[in-house]
């Protein structure tokens, strides 16, 4: 079973191996650059997946075939720092390799590692000669440098195939847009100019706005708040819509305090309800880390970030104990603390529910005996 660093570094090369030949007319100069800076017969960029060594650019191409499964290759997957091999045949670790007794002979490896911002090692731009050899510092700088852009160009043709990907999607939201527009402004124009006309003939006082004139004018008000309704329907979709119905209905519970925390416990966002319960405006509470509601004595402890931690870890956290209002006063709550996630699984922030049970610890329930 892969583990998570493989399984993304896995995902990582097969978009790179997506891009454009234009990012490999690029990478085929860099190895160009490569072989005459290092005066080395053969340079490539290689990016290894789950079946084989993917050469994706070379220079020296008689020499290219027999590189695809090289042990040093392999080499340079398990492991992120620069490697040189003098002479291969006097080496203890690949000196009986096939690739050392084939024709012509590879007496000589540099390989620089391509690592991407976030650690991931993608694959390594390498250098092979047929006698056994070296590099000065200036020619390890330079491969050093050149690894990098190779990571770049990488990076930002990835961004641009993304960025051109959330244009078009965007445009697609955009025809749809202009779609129903066209269907609805029709609807929306009628009543209207109806609505339009009353009004004005009221102001010049050829209308007197008896019952029936007013009923008349409210309905067609109605038939034009009716169809923006539509539009926004429409334009939204059914799923955005339950979400909006969703926060809404969130916003509006005056029983339960929720707030919504970053990753960091700082307040983005909240409800009634705990505007009601803990006794702040949102306009003085978000922004600010969510140990405000806690104690000297707990902050001290480290209660809230403990609690923060546990819910990181276990997804959940749960907690009774006193709290602080914004006047000072205390009361007794009952918290649950759940962590969000992205599709990646990272912790992005988190949800924080507290009720108020100060009334349960007043009020202790009586027992009965038999």
Known sequence: MRNKNEQKRL????EYLALNIELK???????????????????????????????????GEELVSSLHDTPFCEHMRENNEFLIIRDVKKDPLFSNNGTT???????????????????????SLCLFDRKPSNLNDVQKR??????????????AELSKMRLKEQLAEIEKKNEALRAIAQLQSHDIRQPLTSVMG???LAQDNTLNMDEEWLSMLHDTVSIVDSRIHAIVAETLGNKDIKLLKFNKMVEEIEDYAILLLDRNGLIENWNKGAEKIKG???????????????????KDAGIPYRLLQEARTNGVARDEGERVKSDGTTFMARITITAIHDDNGEVIGFTKVTRDISKEHQYPTEEISA
């Open 142 to 155: 330079t491969l050093l440098a050149l690894a990098k852009q190779v990571v770049f160009l990488f990076e």
């Open 198 to 200: 009353l009004i004005n």
């Open 280 to 298: 702040y405006k949102t306009s003085e509470i978000v922004g600010r880390s969510f140990d405000v509601f806690y104690t000297e004595a707990q």
């Open 11 to 14: 995902e990582k090369i097969k």
């Open 25 to 59: 007319n690029e990478l085929q100069e860099i190895t160009k650059l490569a072989s005459s800076i290092c005066n080395k017969p053969v340079s490539v960029i290689t990016l290894p997946d789950e079946i084989t060594n993917r050469i994706i650019a070379a220079t």
């Open 101 to 123: 007794i084939q024709q012509p002979v590879m007496r000589f490896y540099a390989g620089m590692p391509l690592i991407t911002k976030d650690g991931l090692k993608i694959g």
